[in-house]
T-cell receptor
Framework: EDKVVQSPLSLVVHEGDTVTLNCSYEVTNFRSLLWYKQEKKAPTFLFMLTSSGIEKKSGRLSSILDKKELFSILNITATQTGDSAIYLCAVSAGTYKYIFGTGTRLKVLA | EAGVAQSPRYKIIEKRQSVAFWCNPISGHATLYWYQQILGQGPKLLIQFQNNGVVDDSQLPKDRFSAERLKGVDSTLKIQPAKLEDSAVYLC????????????FGPGTRLTVT
């Protein structure tokens, strides 16, 4: 059975800290791994990763994929209160099917 | 570019009643998804359309849930009759066809079944 597991489930940090969120997966016909940020309702897209070892970066956020060990990490440096959200990892497998993890709830304290 | 539209935003019904949700995807997106997100969990795929054909509905509780996508554009998801455990946010998403591109999500509909 395809599955995506995220850790930790929740995290509380102070502004300025660096956090690392983890996503591991077991799927057949892997296509890509996606990270989303969910603040209120709709998840918003952050990154899509398809190749191992190539870092995607956007401002203070970066992510990398390891297809051999079947995991990805999302790093956030110099965290701000606006980074408080649920971070979702999804893996695309088979015919454009997306399997989501349960998410990591991040709270950044001022 | 207009985003994915959903309505209503909120709905409260009693158990055993019926409810319908509507979704209008981004123009030109052939693939449309309906997800159920229960509080504290990640989105769970209910059904996936490619144009107006169903690609995957393996996790759709077909005894009470139904969905259609007329003319390959708008889609409706119906629950009849609703149960307490159907309380969740129902998210609609769309993506470009042909590749596993990122999905764009609508604002969701929060359903409360009492």
């Amino acid at each position: 059975e395809d599955k995506v597991v995220q850790s930790p489930l929740s995290l509380v940090v102070h502004e300025g800290d660096t956090v690392t969120l983890n996503c591991s997966y077991e799927v057949t016909n892997f296509r890509s791994l996606l990270w989303y940020k969910q603040e209120k309702k709709a998840p918003t897209f952050l990154f899509m990763l398809t190749s191992s070892g190539i870092e995607k970066k956007s401002g203070r956020l970066s992510s990398i994929l390891d297809k051999k060990e079947l995991f990805s990490i999302l790093n956030i440096t110099a965290t701000q209160t606006g980074d408080s959200a649920i971070y979702l990892c999804a893996v695309s497998a088979g015919t454009y099917k997306y399997i989501f993890g349960t998410g990591t709830r991040l709270k950044v304290l001022a | 570019e207009a985003g994915v539209a959903q309505s209503p935003r909120y709905k409260i019904i009693e158990k055993r009643q019926s409810v319908a949700f509507w979704c209008n995807p981004i123009s030109g997106h052939a693939t449309l998804y309906w997800y159920q997100q229960i509080l504290g969990q990640g989105p769970k795929l209910l059904i996936q359309f490619q144009n107006n054909g169903v690609v995957d509905d393996s996790q759709l509780p077909k005894d009470r849930f139904s969905a259609e996508r007329l003319k390959g554009v708008d889609s409706t998801l119906k629950i009849q009759p609703a149960k307490l455990e159907d309380s969740a946010v129902y998210l609609c998403a769309s993506s470009a066809s042909g590749t596993a591109y990122e999905q764009y999500f609508g604002p969701g509909t929060r359903l409360t079944v009492t």
